[in-house]
């Protein structure tokens, strides 16, 4: 896999890519307070799901993130085509986990219409680690969704909208929050 990555021609990608939830419940995290008085974090009475569907660019931070009402292999199958729509020529990597999702006849059918342009890589199974859009998805909770109960889940998908729009807009950024090296060498 690093070989893929490190050692890309001209007019090749190399993407990691996952999905994460986009609950309407607000993620809690530690924070500080008056002692004695607990801060208190409403919750919508029924939570509403959403995903968000992504890969980043491991060498230019360049993002795609589409948000779904479910994460099935339907969806799925869109990032690869949003993938294959966004670089028209070259080879393709994309690495992911081995979620059932990642293996089915949907994205088998994508992969063949790509006509070997597309490299499906997979990392080891419950390896987060070894995906640095995890990262990514780490920075998005920090800055949106950690202690924020949203009015409506429209207004939360327009600041995950927003977030990751601004982190498009500064891959340098983004290579930095994945950990990737690759600006130095651009």
């Given at each position: ?153 429209k207004s939360l998908l327009a600041a995950a909208r927003d977030f990751f729009d601004r982190y498009h807009r500064q891959p340098v950024r983004t290579l930095s929050v994945i950990g990737s090296h690759a600006q130095d060498l651009i």
């Amino acid at each position: 896999m690093e070989a893929a990555r490190d050692q890309l021609t001209a007019g090749d990608v190399f993407y990691y890519a996952d999905e994460f939830h986009l609950s309407w419940f607000p993620t809690l995290r530690a924070m500080w307070s008056p002692k004695g008085q607990p801060v208190m974090i409403p919750t919508p009475a029924q939570p509403t799901k959403h995903y968000g569907i992504g890969a980043v660019n491991d060498h230019t931070g360049d993002t795609v993130v589409l948000f779904k009402r479910h994460k099935r292999r339907q969806e799925i199958a869109e990032l690869l085509d949003a993938l294959l729509d966004k670089h028209p020529t070259g080879t393709i990597y994309v690495a992911w986990d081995t979620a059932s999702t990642h293996e089915d006849d949907e994205g088998e059918t994508v992969l063949r219409a790509a006509a070997g342009r597309l490299v499906l890589l997979y990392l080891p199974t419950y390896s987060p680690w070894l995906n640095p859009i995890e990262m990514l998805w780490r920075q998005f909770r920090r800055e949106v969704t950690h202690n924020e109960l949203f009015q409506t889940v429209k207004s939360l998908l327009a600041a995950a909208r927003d977030f990751f729009d601004r982190y498009h807009r500064q891959p340098v950024r983004t290579l930095s929050v994945i950990g990737s090296h690759a600006q130095d060498l651009i």
